[in-house]
């Protein structure tokens, strides 16, 4: 088992920027490629950001690309997702998520409980 805590969510303005932070406990962090999902009422869970397991590839939505970035430190059982350039459209909850094999089209084996993103126009 793995246990995925998020924090960092919040309030901002349009074009501010957050920090979003993941901690992980139970099993091996390093051996998970780790990633970030987001969701709004009445849609689907969409892919935003995921990270390999030694932090050497990454990949984006394109809608996040040059504005979001994942990072993790493995010391610190962490991955952080800093969002800059912040979009209304960006309001969402994210949810932290890892995944043993998959990094390209994650099928997450573990979800985080999801913290509450608010972009204000």
């Known amino acids: 088992q793995v246990q995925l805590v998020e924090s960092g969510g919040g309030l901002v303005q349009a074009g501010g920027s957050l920090r979003l932070s993941c901690a992980a406990t139970g099993r091996t962090f390093s051996n998970y490629h780790m990633g970030w999902f987001r969701q709004t009422p009445g849609k689907e869970r969409e892919f935003v950001a995921a990270i390999s397991w030694r932090g050497s590839s990454t990949y984006y939505v394109d809608s996040v690309k040059g504005r979001f970035t994942i990072s993790r430190d493995n010391a610190k059982n962490t991955v952080y997702l800093q969002m800059n350039n912040l979009e209304p459209e960006d309001t969402a909850v994210y949810y932290c998520?890892?995944?043993?094999?998959?990094?390209?089209?994650?099928?997450?084996?573990?979800w985080g409980q999801g913290t509450q993103v608010t972009v204000s126009s």
């Open positions: 998520a890892a995944d043993q094999y998959r990094l390209v089209r994650m099928s997450p084996d573990y």
